[in-house]
């Protein structure tokens, strides 16, 4: 890898009259997120000009889109998402779920950090300012990266935790949202398994049953991907992708952002999930879904 060459490759792909956007995608899929930062940085200090500038300058659409986002270090692209899911026309509160839902703490409060550097307000802040009731309990308990980590599994605490999630919803009339929220936003991953075994047990449904039937709306979806993520996250981005290309219409922040956050970290686990679930690939997906230079781009970051 050297950081000059894929800088001047990238140079003459946008030099002159007409953009050789094979080249640009070429160029930037075959390289990590921290290769690009490097040619990010050699591209201003050989040509003097800045890269994202000049891509922009170039390229338009969902494609620029994409674009911009492989050129964007992971954590600072969490964070932009955060903030246009947060400020932008309207709440995208499957945006803010998402990305709080499947985050390790470690990550989140990267987030967190770089948030309040980019934006001098906290995400906590943002958060609350424009979102309301439970749902915003719930991702303010999230956006506190403080889950347990470990994989220690108390199997009396198990036992109690199904119990008090069976009383909170199913056994009583209304139901306890604080009850779901602290348990389903606090324990581990190992631990959290072991209350869906027990709380089926008890319950005689699958604890997505019971949140489906006692919760609506963005509480409903929010505690839904913390059990989906605490089970199988590919799966839970496989349904992710699917729902943004599915039906009329593509949900194209949502797949850009999946596609880009994913392609190194469990894009091939994703792919499987993908086809195990809904019987077609994801390749065959977005070749159907999306055309031109944002589907070539998209595909390549299939590939993981």
Not at 103 to 111: G, L, P, Q, S, Y
Not at 129 to 142: E, I, Q
Not at 243 to 262: E, Y
Request: aromatic share 8%; glycine share 6%.
């Amino acid at each position: 890898f050297s950081a000059e060459q894929e800088a001047q490759a990238l140079r003459k792909a946008m030099k002159g009259f007409g953009t050789d956007e094979d080249a640009i995608i070429e160029t930037l899929t075959k390289l990590n997120v921290s290769q690009r930062q490097q040619v990010l940085i050699t591209y201003k200090s050989t040509i003097g000009r800045d890269l994202i500038d000049d891509l922009k300058s170039e390229l338009s659409g969902n494609f620029e889109k994409v674009i911009i986002a492989l050129m964007t270090p992971t954590t600072m692209y969490d964070v932009h998402e955060l903030r246009r899911a947060l400020k932008g026309a309207g709440t995208d509160e499957g945006c803010l779920i998402e990305i709080l839902a499947s985050r390790t703490n470690a990550e989140i409060r990267h987030i967190n950090e770089n948030y309040k550097l980019q934006y001098g307000s906290t995400l906590e802040d943002d958060i609350v300012s424009d979102t309301s009731s439970m749902f915003r309990r719930v991702l303010v308990s999230l956006a506190t990266g403080n889950r347990d980590e470990g994989t220690f599994v108390d199997e009396a605490l198990a036992q109690q935790d199904a119990q008090c999630l069976y009383e909170a919803g199913e056994k009583k009339w209304g139901t306890d949202e604080v009850q779901f929220m602290s348990i389903l936003c606090t324990r581990n991953r190992c631990h959290l398994l072991r209350v869906f075994d027990v709380y089926r047990v008890i319950a005689n449904k699958d604890i997505t049953e019971s949140i489906k039937s006692e919760m609506s709306g963005d509480l409903e979806d929010a505690l839904l991907a913390v059990v989906k993520c605490m089970r199988n996250k590919p799966a839970y981005f496989a349904e992710r992708l699917y729902k943004s290309m599915k039906g009329l219409g593509t949900d194209d922040s949502t797949l850009i952002r999946v596609m880009v956050s994913r392609s190194e970290v469990d894009m091939l686990y994703i792919r499987r999930e993908f086809l195990a679930t809904y019987g077609k690939s994801l390749h065959s997906f977005i070749k159907g879904d999306c055309s031109g230079d944002y589907r070539k781009v998209l595909l390549r970051l299939c590939g993981g």
